[in-house]
């Protein structure tokens, strides 16, 4: 009867234990992905992307009407959140406090979703030591005439210039146009020392190579160049969450690959979430990166010329 269709059609709603409204509402046009598919997705990927994005401030891109329209980019709470997205009060350079967004667990991720959150932006410490960044990254911008294989090469290259100085790290395809290559640290840091070093580091790369990396935002000195954008290692900075979608034409995934698998990429915005779900029943690319305990020793920042 009328009784258990509506029941039948509000369980095929709920995903995660979370209400979702407008569940055939379409986000991704081009692919006619739903709301109710990008839940999906974020139910089935939740343990994997939480090792990366939980239980840290996010910044979230939300798009209430698909991403083709309006988009806005959201770093504080403003109210309205289901309860699973939870709030962490933080305070600012300027001494006032402000509540910031958290998610610990699949409910989480999809009720962010329901609040139309197409990507989610994290910060590169954790709530329980806010001040000591658990992860360095080195978000490479290409200037719009080069190729994928001049950004791969250059990923490379700085894992090649971090493993010298004895940091390891992991490559994460942005989704969009670059490659973001990650180093976990053991939190011995502060983000003044930490934002000191990722400078130098793309200072030092710039001044090596000059025709190959500039490290200042300037797009006019970017022409041929990679802009090695080390300011998302700034208190209050985001990168993209491994295994965020992205609210651009096709609905990629910020993807985190293995080194070998990245030599292989014709381009950062080729996952889907499908193939994205498909991937995890395969190794994790970034198996090794709980394990890692690393820090900015002295070694490290002698090589960037500090200290
Ligand atoms: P691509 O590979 O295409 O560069 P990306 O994720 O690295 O993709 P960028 O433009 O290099 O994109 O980085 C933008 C970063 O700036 C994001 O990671 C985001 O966290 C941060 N950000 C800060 N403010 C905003 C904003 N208003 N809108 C979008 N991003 C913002
Ligand atoms: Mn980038
Ligand atoms: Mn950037």
């Known amino acids: 009867g009328k009784g258990a269709a509506a029941m039948t059609n509000d369980d ?4 995660a234990g979370v209400r979702l409204t407008h569940p055939d509402r379409v986000l991704f046009e081009s692919q006619g992905l739903t709301k109710r598919d990008l839940a999906h997705y974020y139910e089935r ?4 992307m939480l090792v990366y994005a939980g239980g840290r401030p996010l910044s979230l891109v939300r798009c209430p009407q698909g991403r083709q329209k309006a988009c806005f980019f959201q770093k504080h709470d403003s109210g309205g959140f289901p ?12 001494g006032s406090t402000e ?32 001040e000591n960044p658990d992860r360095m990254v080195f978000d490479l911008d290409p200037d719009e005439e080069l190729g994928f294989d001049a950004v791969k090469a250059a990923a490379i290259d700085l894992k ?18 670059g490659v973001h290559v990650v180093a976990p640290l053991s939190r011995r840091q502060d983000w003044t020392s930490v934002k000191a070093f990722a400078r130098a580091f793309a200072n030092t790369a710039a001044d ?9 935002m300037s797009k006019a000195k970017r022409k041929g160049r990679i802009f090695i954008d080390w300011l998302r290692n700034e208190r209050g900075s985001t990168a993209i969450a ?6 651009r034409q096709g609905a990629p995934v910020a993807t ?3 080194w070998e698998e990245l030599e292989g990429l014709a381009a950062a915005n080729v996952f889907h979430p499908a193939d994205v779900l498909a991937r995890l029943d395969q190794p994790d690319p970034w198996s090794d990166y709980a394990g890692v305990r690393q820090s900015l020793t002295k070694k490290a920042l002698s090589g960037v010329g500090l200290a």
């Open 12 to 15: 095929a709603a709920r995903v």
């Open 83 to 94: 309860e699973s997205v939870r709030k962490i009060p933080i305070t600012e350079k300027d």
């Open 160 to 177: 090649d210039r971090l493993g010298r100085l004895g940091l390891d790290s992991f490559p994460l395809v942005s989704g969009g146009k």
């Open 45 to 48: 990927a939740a343990e994997r």
């Open 99 to 130: 509540d910031y967004l958290y998610v610990s667990d699949a409910a989480g991720l999809v009720s962010a979703l329901q609040m139309n959150a197409l990507e989610f932006h994290i910060w590169g410490s954790r709530n329980d030591r806010i």
């Open 208 to 216: 090596e190579e000059p025709q190959r990396y500039v490290a200042t």
């Open 242 to 247: 491994p295994y965020s979608t992205r609210s």
């Open 256 to 258: 985190p690959v293995s």
